[in-house]
């Protein structure tokens, strides 16, 4: 800054006062972009508007819970602004220290996928938006595409319980899209590789072989109903590790269309050799023949069969050995089948009061429904003698 500007702001503090010092001061750090600088203009622009001492060390604040509020929020503000303006100037560390308090999840995820990724910034951009937390799903998607399913998976098992569900829903539909679609391009590459007997020209000959009648892209599904050689003999076209650990992972999905890719590589899966078919842990010890089950049924298919597979998981584990894990797998099924009611009256007859929640199944007064789900409620808590229960599902249904 030259001399200029020194005696300009001597001339103005003594003529016009703080306001216009606080002006030239801004429009210096602004148009030089000396951003650490104009965060601490903002600040003290807050304080003057607030009739506060301009520096907080000069003496105690004693606000009322108004004045806290409103500095509270031009604070906030002023973090926002500069986070915004270094993540604009590329510089999305500094950018994102001051980013950190103001909480705003929508504006961190625009912020962060303006930054163009490359091998200098990829590992502190990794570290931000998933260690961080700045944008955990964007930032999984960057870790699957620069270093692959085995860091992928792994990051999801240490970090995604950190994330509230909605988060770990995200992250787990982006890696069971990466793994369905690293699957099905193998498939398709080793069916292009098969000689056919009735061969054709170029890609007339890989449309034939690849795709259905409508000339659309064929799905996993498809590839293997018109190809059922292709696991024989034990071949396998992904780690079978990666995808058993995808199966746990994506029961979090929930959008129909994440459902039939899941499902889709369970019946990959099924069809694979018996020494690539890793047992799970319970209720899906048959990793791909149990989530089948569990997949086809939030599609539709074979509902009844499914709860009845279920069901009788119920009966063939013991709960006081293992935990309540296929009593809460059961409800948690219902519950997403629509099944409430039949929900309650497993939790009432078989889980509470009996054992801890694993968190596997929703809490019950959240799963009550419907006047005869209440009802069931309250004659649980009545002939327990929890007050509190029983209040609770009085006055949910009133």
Known sequence: MSSTSFEELQRLADTSGVEQSLDFLEHQF?????????????KIRCRHLLGLPLIYSRQPDDLDETQQRKLEDGLLGACREIGTLFFKAGQFQEGWMYLQPVGDKSLNEKL????????????????????????????????????????????????AMRFDRHTQKKMARVLLNHIYDELTENVRYAI???PDENPTTGDQASASKESPSDSRPASLMELMDRHQELTNGGAHHIDTTHLASVMRIARLVDDPEDLRKAYELAIYGSRLHADFQYPGSPPFEETYVDHGYYFGSLLGRDVDAAISHFENKTRTLDADELGPVAEETLVDLLVRLGRNDDAITVMTERLLGKYESLG???????????????????????????????????????
């Open 30 to 42: 602004r148009r030089d972009k000396e951003y650490f600088k104009l965060f601490e203009v903002l």
């Open 112 to 159: 962060v996928r303006s930054i163009m990724p490359d091998e200098e910034n990829i590992d502190a951009l990794i570290d931000m938006t998933v260690s961080q937390g700045a944008a955990p799903a964007y930032g999984y998607r960057l870790l699957l595409q620069h270093y692959g399913t085995c860091n992928g998976i792994t990051t999801f098992d240490t970090q």
């Open 192 to 194: 292009r590789q098969t």
């Open 360 to 398: 596997i199944a929703p809490p019950p007064l959240e799963i009550a429904n419907s006047p005869e789900s209440l009802k069931r409620l309250r004659q649980f808590y009545e002939a327990n003698g929890d007050l509190l229960g029983f209040a609770v599902s009085v006055l949910i249904g009133v």
